[in-house]
């Protein structure tokens, strides 16, 4: 029962967020044009269309970073209180780490770090 506001205020949200994409789509003008069309980038016209795609490997290499990322994260706070933490804190961020040096081997393994064409 403590959570029942948390509910109510993320079914509002999303409530208000899905009548305004409906309302949006809805009413919105709907008048295209070539020039409305045309890709643009920064607001500048574009020169040259585009040549070619990137290595999926550019794209496996972000969503590595961003997770290792994300998880060392917590090593910061947990280094602030380290010494009112005890051993049981220590033994939980010594399994964390063996968690995420098993996910970069499993990594570097499967070759998801290498940069070829």
């Known amino acids: 029962m403590e959570f029942v506001g948390i509910l109510i205020l993320l079914a509002l949200a999303a409530i208000i967020a899905g009548g305004l994409l409906i309302l949006s789509t809805v009413l919105g003008p709907k008048r295209p044009n070539p020039t409305k069309?045309?890709?643009?980038?920064?607001?500048?016209?574009?020169?040259?269309?585009p040549e070619g795609h990137f290595s999926i490997k550019f794209y496996v290499i972000a969503m590595l970073f961003v997770l290792f990322d994300i998880e060392l994260?917590?090593?910061?706070?947990w280094g602030v209180v380290f010494k009112q933490l005890g051993w049981?804190?220590?033994?939980?961020?010594?399994?964390f780490t063996?968690?995420?040096v098993l996910g970069y081997i499993y990594a570097l393994?499967?070759?998801a770090?290498?940069?070829?064409?």
């Open 37 to 49: 069309n045309r890709p643009f980038e920064c607001g500048v016209p574009q020169l040259s269309p």
């Open 73 to 77: 994260v917590f090593f910061f706070p």
């Open 88 to 95: 049981l804190a220590f033994w939980s961020m010594a399994s």
């Open 98 to 100: 063996f968690i995420i």
């Open 109 to 111: 393994k499967k070759g």
């Open 113 to 117: 770090l290498e940069w070829e064409k």
